[in-house]
């Protein structure tokens, strides 16, 4: 009989990310996943600028940074023939310290995940599959298969679904699934060629009835092609190979195949789980929503559902806060997958249509209509903002309260560039992954014995033109929650206030006990 306070299913990406934030806490895990290996066929591939915001909150961002590729520009095609190109470089300059899009397929993802749980002494137990599993007031017992096939009960105060789209946990809880299945079969293959594709900039290419994009990757002439086949929903994907999709958009683009690392066909959904959470058990990644894979965003946004339960857990387990805190993961988390979902979908449909209406739109419009939308500043920068996650917000939630400046509760901290001279930056401050409190300028009268008395770390900045570029208030006070969202936004930094924010919310009070 094992005890542990988190049993995690699952060791993709979600699962990982979950396990190393909760072993940074302090609180020790115990992951599983029913493959023998990890996955080597994965189409995941954009990492977002939120994701390393996050994963440098843990010193992570650098090492997937040095091992991914900084994609300079997209291209379009459209027979065969180059059509338009956005720059893209430093897009985000000024809103994040990651402004760019990084490509970093996620097979590699994984593999840099494991090594660093295995430097903290934590192994993804394969080929391990959960069972079934029971809730009581105390916690959870699961039953466990191991490789032998023998069956083991774990006892946990937790349990995590990271487990995918056919997700275990999700179905023994009798949650739904609802939504759908594209008609589009997609194939994705790692490949080793040369041709004009080959530039490390992202290119796509549009066709009538054809789809491809051809995404950089570390390694010469080294890419990753996801495009699009031919074939009815329920027809057999198994006797598919390259050569039948090799022929056609490819040969046209003159991009020559030197080699076929692997290759593998799958249909893309839509789905949001019913709940995210029930007892003791919460759904994360794509055991709680799947989407198109439009704007990179799938991989991404499990990785903040991993963040954003990590520190509650963590908070709740180390007795820093009553279980209260849990029950916010859910009404955060499922908001945004299915605004995310909704969206997707829209664009998706808009992408893969057939029809001559809908070629048209992709081959006449939309290679003359994004360069020129991309011309605009504010354009861009709200692209930027959107496709990076920057956007994510939790205004509803119990946990957010106030505005000051243009910033409100709910809100990811603004980045504040740092001006000439300065070494660091405010990002700096929450790799502690704790509440603390910031003020951009002068804090207010009583507000440092406050901070002491409840043990929360007050972070005081030099007013700067960047902090008021940023949306930031002078002298305002900022409640910063672990996962870098703001609590309290308050244009006033006095005691009274923070001390207003956790009477209202006694079940916070032990914070940084």
Known sequence: MNEIPVLIVGGGPTGLVLALWLTKLGVSVRIIDRAAEPGATSRALGVQARTLELYQQIGLADDVIDAGVKVAGINLWVRGRPAARVPLGHIGEGMSPYPYLLIYPQDEHERLLIEKLRALNVTVERPVELVRFEQSAAGVRATLKRPDGLEESCDAVYIAGCDGAHSIVRESLGIDFPGGTYDALFYVADVQATGPMTNEELHIALEKSDLLAVFPMKGGGRVRLIGTVNAPVGSDQRALTFDDVSEGIIDRLKLTIEKVNWFSTYRVHHRVAG???????????????????GGA????????????LAWKLAAVIRGDSSDRLLASYEPERIAFARRLVATTDRIFTIASKRGAIASRVRVDVVPVLLPLLFRINAMRRFLFRTVSQLVVAYHESELSAGIAGTVKGGDRLPWVRPSDGEVGDNFAALASVTWQVHVYGEPGSGLEEECTARRLPLHVFAWSPNAARAGLERGALYLVRPDGYVALASAGSTAVLLRKYFEDRRWLQMANK
């Open 275 to 293: 709940n995210f959470a029930r007892g003791r058990a919460y759904l994360l990644g794509d055991a709680a929503h799947i989407h198109s894979p």
């Open 297 to 308: 965003q799938g991989l991404n946004t499990g990785i903040g559902d991993a963040v954003t």
